[in-house]
């Protein structure tokens, strides 16, 4: 049974998200002086004539460079002004976006750029050194490093070699101060490639996910039940500007209501109110960890938030009981939204007009999205009033993952209905709830982490036999990594044979285990919990048994060794 929302049809521009976000200098008209950026760690403003302004020049720029449609240019940096100048510069050109990760490890960026093809990287200083070590990897194409923000007085330019030969370094100021290359003039089409995130579905390793313009136009459009924008708004991105999440909801919705953004480049408590007081914010979109600090931290009391108009947290479930209590500490509207990379990423959402649907739940289908709700063993539509895998289909879902067909198909079947994963409820007012999840995909703090990835790396360790990682409740309710591990048989070797474990694998603790992982990945995917076994669950053709590792006592809710 095919369910559908109440609202009328979506009508979907054949436009380029640029486009459609930003329009061409004549058509912004009294908007060119509107504040479209704040750094609300500088102060530093972007108008809407200087954020198109830039973008056209950067498109020159990667023109120059023979970077075009059919390429891919990759942004490696936290959240600034200059990030949306960047992105629309990227697909102004023609080429798309893959955004990473800004606390990636140079591995992790290596294997992003070199499965993208990515061309050109886009970054900042503080992360120019893991940059050139990614760039310098094998299979990497990147021949130029674009610094984005002012150099340090020490800083000058560089240029070192990779396996594409010799990468030279560039900064941002000059591409934009150039006024002598032209704008290219690219005709993109709708089906054209605008970006591409990285997730890693419901299982494996992290993939390329293939988002169309018209994917993201699309999305833009059904997400704007979820806030109250208008052109006098004030957004927040605390959230990264990287993940898919803040590309629709924060950057790309936000801007094409003429409303203004003002970016962090990290999380601070301290700064994040004080900003809201300062710049009279008036949407916050959060994860619910933020959530919870502004439901229950003594520090929020001492800042005037009563700009606070709707608070959107996404990423991960909201219990309805921190949305209420957030609702009544701000006086403010909280809504829940639902969606995967793969997705662009709405599909679900509580309508910023709809008061009586339950703050826990996420919501109804969001317009242009079709659902179905399947049962996992029998492959038929579950019965009414039962849980049911999510299917969704509409003009959001990706056309596939780079380069990989087989985990495509496993997600994506042959009636254009996307495959979540996730157990969900519907109700007879259409109120959807998530109460399961089929895939093996962790959300720490709203970040994915593919326990595929955290595996593969503690197999590295000489002194760890087999491993499994599988998602855990932490006393605050919230989804933490948590390995399990079997020891290596002690080696009659000498001890300097392992230099990691001093004395041997007997001496293999949690401490260990959750130091080797933090050294080798970024911060959200550090293991949170170990416990140790003999032999670690599997079926017969050797897939990990997830399930009863989580019957197991260790896995029982506890707080989690915070690092």
């Known amino acids: 049974m095919t369910l559908r929302n109440s609202y009328p049809p979506l009508e979907v521009p054949d436009v380029s998200l640029q486009e459609f976000v930003l329009g061409r200098a004549e058509a912004l008209g009294p908007h060119c002086d509107r504040t479209a950026l704040v ?40 959240n600034s002004p200059a990030y949306p100048v960047v992105f629309f510069g990227i697909l102004t050109a023609g080429a798309a976006a893959t955004t990473a990760n800004a606390l990636y490890t140079p591995g992790e960026l290596g294997y992003q750029l070199r499965d993208s093809g990515a061309r050109v990287l886009f970054t900042v200083h503080a992360a120019l050194e893991r940059a050139r070590a990614a760039v310098s990897q094998d299979g990497v194409r990147v021949t130029e490093i674009v610094l984005m923000d002012a150099a340090p007085a020490t800083a000058g330019p560089a240029s070192l070699g990779s396996a594409a030969g010799t990468v030279i370094e560039t900064a941002l100021a000059d591409w934009l101060a150039d006024r002598t290359t032209l704008t290219p003039q690219v005709t993109v089409h709708g089906d054209d490639l605008a970006v591409l995130p990285y997730s890693s579905g419901t299982t494996g390793r992290p993939k390329g996910v293939m988002l169309t313009h018209r994917n993201l136009v699309a999305n833009t459009l059904q997400s704007l039940p979820l806030g109250r924008l208008d052109e006098g708004s004030v957004a927040l991105a605390v959230l990264p500007l990287f993940h898919i999440y803040g590309i629709t909801a924060i950057m790309s919705m936000t801007l094409y209501r003429r409303a203004s953004v003002v970016t962090m480049p990290r999380f601070d408590l301290e700064a994040l109110l004080s900003a809201i007081q300062e710049h009279r ?22 800042y005037d938030l009563r700009s606070v108009a709707i608070v959107l947290s996404a990423a991960a479930p909201l219990s309805a009981e921190v949305a209420e ?62 849980a049911g895998e999510l299917w969704c289909r509409g003009p959001n879902i990706m056309s596939g993952y780079l380069g990989n ?31 399961d999840r089929l895939k093996e995909l962790i959300k720490y703090h709203g970040y994915q982490v593919a326990p595929a990835e955290l595996e593969a790396v503690l197999l590295t360790h000489p002194g760890i036999a087999d491993a499994a990682v599988i998602g855990v409740l932490d006393a605050d309710g919230q989804e933490v990594p948590m390995a399990f591990v079997v020891r290596a ?25 959750m130091a080797y992982v933090a050294a080798r990945l970024a911060p959200q995917k550090k293991v949170r919990r170990v416990a140790f076994l003999d032999a670690i669950p599997k079926s017969a053709a050797g897939k990990i048994l997830r399930r009863e590792l989580r019957a197991l006592p260790e896995a029982g809710a506890a707080a989690p060794h915070e690092h």
Request: include cysteine.
């Open 39 to 78: 750094c609300a760690a500088t102060g530093r403003s972007v108008t809407y004539g200087e954020l198109l302004d830039g973008a056209d020049r950067i498109a020159a720029g990667l023109a120059a460079r023979g970077v075009g449609r059919g390429d891919v240019a990759a942004v490696f940096a936290p």
């Open 281 to 302: 914010v008036d949407h916050v979109s959060v994860a619910p960890p933020l959530a919870l600090v502004l439901a229950k931290h003594p520090a929020v009391d001492a």
């Open 325 to 386: 209590a957030v609702q009544k500490r701000l006086g403010c509207t909280v809504l829940q939204g639902f969606g995967l990379t793969e997705s662009s990423p709405a599909l679900l959402g509580i309508p910023h007009d709809r008061p009586e649907i339950d703050r826990g739940s996420v919501g109804v289908l969001l317009p242009g999205v079709e659902a179905r709700l399947v049962d996992p063993a029998t492959g038929t539509d579950a019965a009414p009033g039962a």
């Open 405 to 435: 067909p087989t985990a495509t198909a496993e997600v994506l079947d042959a009636d254009g209905y996307l495959h979540t994963g996730d157990l969900v409820t519907v109700d007879a007012h259409g109120v959807f709830h998530v109460v």
């Open 489 to 513: 048989p002690v080696s009659p070797g000498p001890a300097h044979e392992l230099p990691d474990l001093p004395g041997g694998p007997e001496l293999l603790d949690e401490e260990a285990v």
